[in-house]
């Protein structure tokens, strides 16, 4: 159980593989364990708006003083196609914690052309006058315009600008802050998610 602390049924020797690899980088680093049974509910996120189903196959508990972070191995399935349908799986990693603070709805990733270009026309993201290298580099949409700037603030938006990995996601509701990405698992980019929510848990 030791070497699989994670549901291996159904999964190809690769795929075990990864999580094996990434689980032992993990607890290298962290002082993770076993959550047992806990349903965190990812269906509410946009994230995986797109997926036909989502399941948690390990979650794994960074314990901290200051407070709970956590790592998931997440199985998604999606659909592909229009007229010749197929099912596709992956096989990611997200981080998750708690705020103590309400921030609505935020979704937080890496400003493109493309985003500065629609920005022009429909402007939707907030922007941080005061923190010109955030609002820069960041494309961030809020429902709550009030409850998303009070929750993030120098601090929060520090943890987010020392991310060591261009290519992520990270999304907010209500209480709840997940991030990830959509790349087949990589240990070290495993590592970066677990920093910043171990990070966050700590501050918030």
Known sequence: MENHPFDTTGLKEEAINRFAETY???????????????DFDLHQFKAFRNCLDVNVRGSYVIKQDCGDSYILFVEVHYKIGDK??????????????????????????????????????????????EDKPFSDTFYVVVNDHVKATAGMNRDFRNS????????????????????????????????HIGEFVARIAGAC
Do not use: C
């Open 84 to 129: 010749h349908i197929t099912h596709h799986q992956e096989y990611q990693v997200w981080g998750l914690t708690y705020l103590k603070h309400n921030f609505g709805g935020v979704l937080i990733r890496r400003e493109t052309l493309t985003d500065k270009l629609l920005e022009l026309i429909h402007p939707l993201e907030i922007d941080f006058k």
């Open 160 to 191: 987010v600008m020392d991310i060591r990995d261009n290519d992520f996601l990270i999304e907010i509701v209500d209480h709840t802050i997940i991030i990830g990405n959509y790349d087949p698992i990589i240990p070290e980019k495993s590592l």
């Open 24 to 38: 032992q980088a993990l607890k290298e680093e962290f002082q993770i364990q076993p959550t047992g049974h806990i």
